[in-house]
């Protein structure tokens, strides 16, 4: 089992950043790559970014290319997700995710262990 603790969201305006934290926990070892995605209200779960957990090789949605970046500490089994010159489409709720063998790194279906998700609020 693996636990998947997100923090930092919040309410910034538009062009603001935030950082987004997601700890790892328990059964981490074989980990494939971490990955973050959000949900808008009445839409569905878009893929966001991700990160390989070896070689830290990166992924992202073509939107947040140039805004966003997503890190990792292996040390302490966290992945961060930079975000800047937020915008209001970028208002989610964001969930990290881990993924446990290969797959597709863009496709929610191919991961195994989710967080609770925070809240990503961007006012205009």
């Known amino acids: 089992q693996v636990q998947l603790v997100e923090s930092g969201g919040g309410l910034v305006q538009t062009g603001g950043s935030l950082r987004l934290s997601c700890a790892a926990s328990g059964r981490t070892v074989s980990n494939s790559a971490m990955g973050w995605f959000r949900q808008a209200p009445g839409k569905e779960r878009e893929f966001v970014a991700a990160?390989?957990?070896?070689?830290?090789?990166?992924y992202y949605k073509d939107s947040v290319k140039g805004r966003f970046t997503i890190s990792r500490d292996n040390a302490k089994n966290t992945v961060y997700l930079q975000m800047n010159s937020l915008k209001s489409e970028d208002t989610a709720v964001y969930y990290c995710?881990?993924?446990?063998?290969?797959?597709?790194?863009?496709?929610?279906?191919?991961?195994?262990?989710w967080g609770q998700g925070t809240q990503v609020t961007v006012s205009s």
């Open positions: 990160i390989t957990w070896r070689s830290s090789v990166t």
């Open positions: 995710a881990v993924q446990m063998e290969g797959g597709s790194r863009f496709d929610g279906a191919t991961y195994h262990y």
